[in-house]
Nanobody, 128 residues
Framework: QVRLVESGGGVVQAGDSLRVACAAS????????MGWFRQAPGKEREFVAG????????NYADSMKGRLTISRDNAKNTVYLQINSLKPEDTAVYLC?????????????????????WGQGTQVTVSS
């Protein structure tokens, strides 16, 4: 099992950049594919970014492509999401997710149902 704790959210101005982090504990971090999702009030949870087990393959939401960078530091058991040029419509709870991989994989997962573990989320609020 793995426990995920997000941090780094807050209130920012439109156009700002923000990096949120997800610290993992309880298992071997490098054996997990990681993902970031977000959920705004009254809306469904949506995929934002994903990183493969290997760390070499990444995937981003089309609606946010060009503004996102997902990265991981296996030594710190942490995955990061950098969001640039923030917009008010980016306001949401950002959640980190982990999927256990029993073998080496380059796959990136975009569906919430494919993930095994979730954090509680960190609130990002973008004011205009």
């Amino acid at each position: 099992q793995v426990r995920l704790v997000e941090s780094g959210g807050g209130v920012v101005q439109a156009g700002d950049s923000l990096r949120v982090a997800c610290a993992a504990s309880g298992s071997t971090f490098k054996t997990y594919a990681m993902g970031w999702f977000r959920q705004a009030p009254g809306k469904e949870r949506e995929f934002v970014a994903g990183d493969s087990w290997s760390g070499y393959d990444k995937n981003y939401a089309d609606s946010m492509k060009g503004r996102l960078t997902i990265s991981r530091d296996n030594a710190k058991n942490t995955v990061y999401l950098q969001i640039n040029s923030l917009k008010p419509e980016d306001t949401a709870v950002y959640l980190c997710a982990a999927k256990y991989e029993s073998v080496a994989s380059f796959r990136v997962y975009r569906l919430a149902s494919e993930y095994d573990y979730w954090g509680q989320g960190t609130q990002v609020t973008v004011s205009s």
